[in-house]
Nanobody
Framework: VQLVESGGGSVRTGGSLTLSCSHS????????LGWFRQALGKEREGVTT????????FYADSVKGRFTIAHDNTKNTLTLRMNNLKPEDTAMYYC???????????????????WGLGTQVTVS
């Protein structure tokens, strides 16, 4: 699976931004797709994930109520709508994918096989 992120940029505190991740055709019926981020000097962390078969979503506590993940299977696009952005949201944001087998879609980066190159989000 190939993934390409876009939509990053600079925004003021309290502002909004939408990230997009275009992906190649998914070969199997169910995948976990997710957004992860890595701030300077910190480890990569899970932001939100989605199970394609059911559209079930999972969010990190730090972004619940502010971020929304969505997937358009017809357009092969994963989006991340980010509202009420805070300086601590500043990071490189990555799109990731892995074939879903059972259970939920983890927010741990360890289980994800396919990664995009990332898009920078800066909040000031």
């Amino acid at each position: 699976v190939q993934l390409v992120e876009s939509g990053g940029g600079s925004v003021r505190t309290g502002g909004s931004l939408t990230l997009s991740c275009s992906h190649s055709e998914l070969s199997y019926s169910a995948y976990c797709l997710g957004w992860f981020r890595q701030a300077l000097g910190k480890e990569r962390e899970g932001v939100t994930t989605l199970k394609t078969r059911s559209s079930m979503t999972f969010y990190a506590d730090s972004v619940k109520g502010r971020f929304t993940i969505a997937h358009d299977n017809t357009k092969n696009t994963l989006t991340l709508r980010m509202n009420n952005l805070k300086p601590e949201d500043t990071a490189m944001y990555y799109c990731a994918a892995v074939r879903h087998t059972y259970g939920g879609c983890s927010l741990s980066q360890a289980g994800y096989r396919f990664w995009g190159l990332g898009t920078q989000v800066t909040v000031s």
